[in-house]
C-alpha cells in the first residue's frame, strides 16, 4: 500500500522536484504539498501551511491520513542571517512541531533535509567525516545540528522513525533558489545563456559540495525507502556528489558558450561559504543504503545549459 505523503515548504528548490518524484513513485493523490504559498503549478493536492501553526498541522495530518512527511520548510543561510530569530524559530520549532506529532500520531516515517552548513571552521575541510566537529557560524547551521540532535533523541526514546541527509549545495534547472550561499552554481547557468556574463559573489578559488539535482532527489527517496534496519546513523548522514569552484564551473561552462565572461564580487556570503568543508567523505551512506551519485560536473553543466535554454526558447 502507498504512503500518504505531506511535503512542507514544497514551493522551494527542492521541493518543487520532490513533489514532482514523488507523485510519479506513489501516485498524484498520495502526495500533498504544502507551504506559505500557492505553487506555481498546481499538478495535485495542496494546502496552505505555516509550519509554526501546529493545531493546523495536526488537523491537516490527520484529515488527510498522512503516514510520512518531508519537512523542508526552513529559512536558509544566507536570508536567515538578516533575521536570526525569526530563521531559529521556523526551523527549529517547526520541527518539534512535525517530532512531536509524528510520536504522537504514529507518523511512519520523517524526513529531515541537513545540510553543509553544520560544518564550521574546526570541522575539516577536505574529505570531511561523517563523525567530525559540528560548530557552524550561522544562525541556519546552528538550528540543523541542533535538529539532528533532537531527530536523533527522538529516534532513541519514542522510536520516530526519522531519516536525514546533509545536503551540499545543490543545484537544479527547474526553478532559481533565494537566500542560500551555494545559489551562484545556478544563477550562473541563467545569466551565462541570457546575458554572456556573470557577476558571483563568491571568490574564484572558493571550493564547495555540490550536487546535481536528479542525484539529490534520488537521494531523499532512497533514505526513505531503505530497510529502517539498514540506517545506523539517526542524526544526519553525509552526503556528496562532486566539489568545484567558481572558476572550475565557469571553465565548464564556456566550454558550450564560448563569449560567455565572469567577475568576481564577493559579499557577505564569502565568510560563510569560507567556513565550510571543501570536499565530503560519505563512505556511510554508501556501505549503509547503497547511496551513489550519477552526475560529475561536466555531466551536470552539459544538461543543465540544455534544459536552460529550452526554458528561454
Not at 498524484?28 to 500557492?38: A, F, G, P, R
Not at 511512519?108 to 574546526?122: C, D, Q
Not at 564580487?265 to 556511510?284: L, N
Request: hydrophobic share 35%.
Amino acid at each position: 500500500m502507498n504512503p500518504k505523503i505531506l511535503v512542507t515548504g514544497a514551493n522551494g528548490q527542492i521541493g518543487t522536484t520532490l513533489v514532482s518524484a514523488l507523485r510519479e513513485e506513489y501516485g498524484i493523490d498520495n502526495v500533498v504539498s504544502s507551504d506559505i504559498t500557492e505553487p506555481k503549478e498546481i499538478t495535485g493536492p495542496h494546502c496552505f501551511l505555516d509550519i509554526l501553526n501546529e493545531q493546523r498541522l495536526r488537523e491537516h495530518v490527520k484529515d488527510l491520513g498522512i503516514t510520512q512527511i518531508y519537512h523542508l520548510a526552513a529559512i536558509l543561510s544566507a536570508n536567515g542571517e538578516w533575521n536570526p530569530l525569526k530563521t531559529w524559530n521556523v526551523n527549529f520549532n517547526g520541527l518539534l512541531s512535525i517530532l512531536e506529532l509524528a510520536k504522537e500520531e504514529k507518523i511512519e516515517r520523517i524526513f529531515f533535509p541537513s545540510t553543509i552548513a553544520v560544518h564550521g571552521l574546526n570541522t575539516p575541510k577536505t574529505q570531511t567525516p561523517q563523525h567530525a566537529a559540528l560548530d557552524p557560524t550561522t544562525v541556519y547551521g546552528m538550528s540543523k545540528v541542533t535538529g539532528e540532535l533532537w531527530c536523533n533523541y527522538y529516534f532513541k526514546r519514542y522510536g520516530v522513525d526519522v531519516r536525514s541527509v546533509r545536503y551540499p549545495g545543490i543545484i537544479g534547472y527547474r526553478s532559481i533558489p533565494h537566500g542560500g550561499t551555494t545559489d551562484y552554481a545556478v544563477e550562473i547557468f541563467h545569466e551565462a545563456i541570457k546575458n554572456n556574463n556573470y557577476e558571483c559573489f563568491l571568490e574564484k578559488d572558493t571550493r564547495l559540495p555540490m550536487m546535481y539535482m536528479p542525484d539529490a532527489i534520488r537521494a531523499t527517496v532512497k533514505i526513505m525507502q531503505a530497510p529502517k534496519n539498514d540506517l545506523q546513523i539517526r542524526t544526519s548522514y553525509n552526503l556528496a556528489g562532486m566539489s568545484f569552484t567558481p572558476k572550475e564551473i565557469f571553465e565548464e561552462i564556456k566550454k558550450h558558450l564560448p563569449n560567455f565572461t565572469i567577475s568576481y564580487k564577493p559579499d557577505f556570503r564569502q565568510e560563510i561559504a569560507a567556513s565550510w568543508s571543501e570536499s565530503i567523505d560519505d563512505q556511510a551512506a554508501r556501505s549503509d543504503w547503497g547511496w551513489a551519485h550519477e552526475y560529475d560536473l561536466e555531466k551536470m553543466t552539459q544538461d543543465m545549459i540544455f534544459q536552460i535554454k529550452k526554458q528561454y526558447e
